[in-house]
């Protein structure tokens, strides 16, 4: 999730019954935890083009967060429209991020989510509010 979050940060997330687009989420992959952001929720359209610009029902998506847009590895058929009850998540370092633009991943369901992440503590000297 670099570079809103690195991998020597520890974080602290909670438990909720939704999740909303924006969201950062620790999510259970392959016995590992993922931080991800929400993209798109049940219901909704996603599409990403080719300068990595990424469109919610076919509304341009700002993603102030991002150091750099890149459409990564995507092997879904696009438009992709999510179900309800599931999550579309990227990682905010969009080359070299596994997510559900991977038919690997795929879209996350409520109970692969661990949680919101909501702080970040150590680092001490980096602790601050991500949610």
């Known amino acids: ?14 438990k909720k019954r939704t999740y909303e687009p924006g969201d950062i989420i620790a999510l259970y992959f392959n016995n590992r935890i993922l931080l991800r952001r929400v993209i798109a929720v049940g219901g909704e ?30 092997d879904i058929e696009l438009p992709f ?14 080359s070299g991020t596994l997510d559900s633009r991977s038919i690997a991943v795929g879209t996350i369901t409520k109970d692969q989510i661990a949680g919101k992440v909501l702080f970040s503590l150590w680092p001490l000297k980096t602790a601050r509010s991500l949610g």
């Open 1 to 14: 999730m670099k570079p809103t979050v690195r991998a020597d940060e520890v974080v602290v997330c909670v």
């Open 45 to 74: 359209s996603f599409n990403i083009d080719e300068a990595g610009n990424v469109f919610i029902n076919e509304e341009y998506l700002d993603e102030p967060y991002l150091s750099e847009k890149d459409r990564g590895e995507t």
């Open 81 to 94: 429209e999510v179900q309800e009850d599931n999550y579309f998540v990227m990682g905010d370092h969009r």
